[in-house]
């Protein structure tokens, strides 16, 4: 089993920056897709950005140009980097992982409890 711990949610300005982290535990070595996703209920999930251990990203067209997800496979910990927010980035911000390589939500195995993100105009 694999535990994920997302932190670095928070409120912002309209045109701020925020970074988010997640690292996973337990049997984390078996980890190689993260993925961010998020949720404004009662929306479904939208994926925001993913990266594999290999270094394959992809990203939701709504944040491309603005966010970066970067990882570090020394710790099993998945970044998010998202600039020049706006107020419809409002979401609960979800890390997931998975031991394959896709960004699926359906086959994203892990799932982390979920951290807001609040920008305001």
């Known amino acids: 089993q694999v535990q994920l711990l997302e932190s670095g949610g928070g409120s912002v300005r309209a045109g701020g920056s925020l970074r988010l982290s997640c690292k996973a535990s337990?049997?984390?070595?078996?980890?190689?897709?993260m993925a961010w996703y998020r949720q404004v209920h009662p929306r479904p999930r939208e994926l925001v950005a993913g990266?594999?251990?290999?270094?394959?990203?992809t990203y939701g067209d709504s944040v491309k140009g603005r966010f970066t997800i970067s990882r570090d496979n020394a710790e099993v910990t998945a970044y998010l980097q998202m600039d020049n927010l706006k107020p419809e980035d409002t979401a609960v911000y979800y890390c997931?992982?998975?031991?394959?390589?896709?960004?699926?939500?359906?086959?994203?195995?892990?799932w982390g409890r979920g951290t807001q993100v609040t920008v305001s105009s």
């Open positions: 337990g049997d984390r070595w078996s980890v190689n897709a």
């Open positions: 997931a992982a998975s031991t394959g390589s896709v960004f699926v939500a359906a086959l994203l195995e892990y």
């Open positions: 990266i594999t251990t290999g270094g394959s990203l």
